[in-house]
């Protein structure tokens, strides 16, 4: 692209800013929750926390060069203006791994086509990274969900960590979704990316003998069309 509008130029900022934050709310989330990590799997979650990071600090990176300033202070403002909220427990936190962590995945690969350059290539890095542990977590829910011994809590966790994986694809049908999908920013609206995140997570959904919550109790905007079959 040769030239730049503001209003793409602006398009750009805000979806830096946005993947800021969830990479840093994510390290932050993560690195809370260490202190109810078994031995058998702190080796992964420190490699996570790590991998989180460092993913901020490429969009850091990317967006000082674009900018000129730093996005620390934006990210700050956000985090204390809408916090990601912390597990406290361990079948909490592979919850939040499973979904909130899940959620962002699938967001960005809307994304790897991107038609501003450095834009696509921190996505694609982020995206390759983020794929060798999406089954992992889903694993350990299932496994977590069918030893009998969280049937009182795992419902109500699935269905907060459901929605906050849910919050991170934006509002669908709306007029940035458009704008950005004209200019090859994304591939496609929010409301088809929620679709496909749902069927992806329906088989773990069943093994782990979870259910789809009424729709209206997300409390979010949510395309008509989406199958929440069990």
């Not at 040769?2 to 209003?7: G, N, Q, R």
């Not at 200019?183 to 789809?212: H, T, W, Y």
């Amino acid at each position: 692209m040769t030239e730049m509008s503001p209003e793409y130029r602006q398009m750009l900022v805000q979806m830096m800013e946005s993947q800021a934050y969830r990479e840093l709310a994510a390290a932050h989330m993560f690195g809370y929750g260490l202190r109810y990590v078994p031995e058998k799997w702190l080796r992964f979650m420190v490699w996570h926390i790590r991998e989180e990071a460092e993913h901020y600090e490429a969009v850091s990176k990317m967006y000082r060069a674009f900018t000129g300033s730093e996005v620390e202070a934006r990210v700050a403002e956000r985090l204390a203006g809408k916090p990601v909220p912390f597990a406290e427990s361990w079948v909490e936190l592979a919850m939040a791994q499973f979904l909130y962590d899940r959620g962002g995945f699938w967001q960005l690969k809307e994304y790897e086509e991107c038609s501003y350059e450095p834009y696509r290539e921190v996505v694609r890095k982020i995206v390759k990274e983020e794929a060798g542990h999406q089954d992992l977590g889903e694993k350990i829910v299932v496994e977590q969900c069918q030893s009998g011994r969280f049937d009182d809590v795992k419902q109500a966790l699935f269905e907060k960590w459901l929605r906050l994986g849910m919050l991170s694809f934006g509002r669908p049908g709306t007029a940035g979704n458009r704008y950005a999908i004209e200019q090859g920013l994304k591939k496609r609206d929010s409301g088809e990316c929620m679709k496909d995140f749902v069927n992806d997570i329906r088989p773990a959904v069943v093994a782990a003998g979870l259910r789809f919550p009424d729709p209206a109790s997300l409390r979010m905007e949510l395309p008509p069309d989406i199958d929440w079959r069990t």
